[in-house]
């Protein structure tokens, strides 16, 4: 049987119908296979691969779980539904479902990737306050970080190495009972062999490396990215002498930064303030 060949840039929905042939393929499963297990009619599947009809939610969602990509075919389907995105933000994230390693640093804020819905929810409720953002936008932005957490469930699941400034913990979002539930998951996930947590102490000072916020991506194949942003949308650094330069003060961070144990008992006892405290 003759295969049709796949161009990436013949429609917008194309490079969701690239991405379903090659996971497919990858797992050994006829279109047919796919859709049994899917439950959808095998000439869906074929319109979808060949972006004749764009994919529904539902069935990303199962081809993910089927195909074990680590969200990425959901993530795909949100990146292109999605206009409440800082732009240039989905290209990163679609470098991001596919990292080997993660590397953060934060300011004031928990990183995304270890968010509490509740947490990012009350975050997004901030914007819709200040009249930058509607409803509709916080259900857009919470259900993409959602499935952007869903890379962290690959198998296997990439290195996530987060250093979180003491600003990060201590800034009340959403409340106390938020708070509470955030930082006992963020406690939790330093428990995971994959995730390693530290916090950058306020004792640091002007010794800190970093005044802003910092994303590396170690790619397949040992490819190192960079991403930063503004509040008008977002870069992602592909320069080696750049992101390298970026390497070496995160390595650095590291070492000043208090351990993960020391980390985690920070953590813990913000937590034991916040249960305490009335907000």
Not at 82 to 95: D, I, K, S
Not at 209 to 224: Q, S, Y
Request: overall charge neutral.
């Amino acid at each position: 049987m003759n295969k049709k060949t796949l161009d990436p840039t013949s429609s917008p929905w194309a490079p969701f119908g690239v991405q379903l042939r090659r996971s497919r393929e990858g797992r050994g499963l006829t279109q047919a296979q796919l859709a049994r297990k899917c439950k959808y009619d095998p000439s869906y599947v074929s319109f979808v691969e060949l972006a004749q009809r764009p994919p529904s939610e539902q069935f990303a969602a199962r081809a993910d779980a089927i195909l074990e990509t680590g969200g990425t075919l959901s993530l795909m389907y949100w990146q292109h539904r999605h206009t409440a995105l800082v732009p240039g933000f989905p290209e990163y994230a679609n470098y991001e479902s596919r990292a080997e390693e993660i590397r953060l640093f934060e300011i004031n804020v928990i990183p995304g990737l270890l968010q509490t819905k509740a947490y990012a929810t009350a975050w997004e409720h901030g914007n819709v306050r200040r009249g930058t953002a509607t409803q509709e936008h916080v259900e857009e932005r919470v259900n993409f970080l959602l499935t952007r957490q869903q890379c962290l469930q690959r198998t296997p699941p990439p290195l996530v190495h987060a250093v979180l400034d003491e600003s990060c913990l201590r800034r009340p979002i959403g409340g106390r009972d938020v708070m509470v539930e955030q930082l006992l998951h963020l406690e939790h996930m330093a428990e995971q062999p994959n995730i390693l947590l530290q916090v950058a102490p306020y004792s640091l000072g002007e010794d800190r490396p970093f005044t802003r916020v910092v994303t590396m991506l170690t790619m397949p194949g040992r490819k190192m990215l960079a991403y930063t942003e503004t509040e008008q949308r977002g870069y992602l650094d592909r320069d080696t002498e750049s992101v390298a330069a970026l390497a070496k003060d995160y390595n650095r961070l590291l070492i000043e930064a208090m351990n993960q144990a020391e980390s985690v008992a920070m953590i813990r006892a913000v937590r034991r303030d916040f249960e305490w405290t009335s907000i």
